[in-house]
Nanobody, 123 residues
Framework: QVQLVESGGGLVQAGGSLRLSCAAS????????MGWFRQGPGKERDFVAG????????DYADSVKGRFTISRDNAKNTVYLQMNSLKPEDTAVYYC????????????????WGQGTQVTVSS
């Protein structure tokens, strides 16, 4: 069992930055690939970024490439999402998720989810 708790969301102006954190419970954090997803009002939950167990492999949605960076610190059981050059269309609830398999863009492959943190970008 893994519990995930996101933090770092908030209100920011367009062009600003935020860093989201996702803290995981348990001693097996490095067994899991991790992903960040987001869900805007009335929209489906979309893949944002993923990172492998050791942190050596990452992937991003086209809409965030060059602006967002995913990273992890296995010693701290934490995965991060650095978000720069934020746009109003980035407004959503952001979720982190853990997968025993490799990371991917399909929500169904993830075994555990956090409760989400709201990110609002004003124009």
């Amino acid at each position: 069992q893994v519990q995930l708790v996101e933090s770092g969301g908030g209100l920011v102006q367009a062009g600003g930055s935020l860093r989201l954190s996702c803290a995981a419970s348990g001693r097996t954090f490095n067994f899991y690939a991790m992903g960040w997803f987001r869900q805007g009002p009335g929209k489906e939950r979309d893949f944002v970024a993923g990172i492998s167990r050791g942190g050596t492999s990452t992937d991003y949605a086209d809409s965030v490439k060059g602006r967002f960076t995913i990273s992890r610190d296995n010693a701290k059981n934490t995965v991060y999402l650095q978000m720069n050059s934020l746009k109003p269309e980035d407004t959503a609830v952001y979720y982190c998720a853990a997968a025993l398999t490799a990371y991917g863009s399909i929500p169904q492959i993830y075994n555990y989810w956090g409760q989400g943190t709201q990110v609002t970008v004003s124009s």
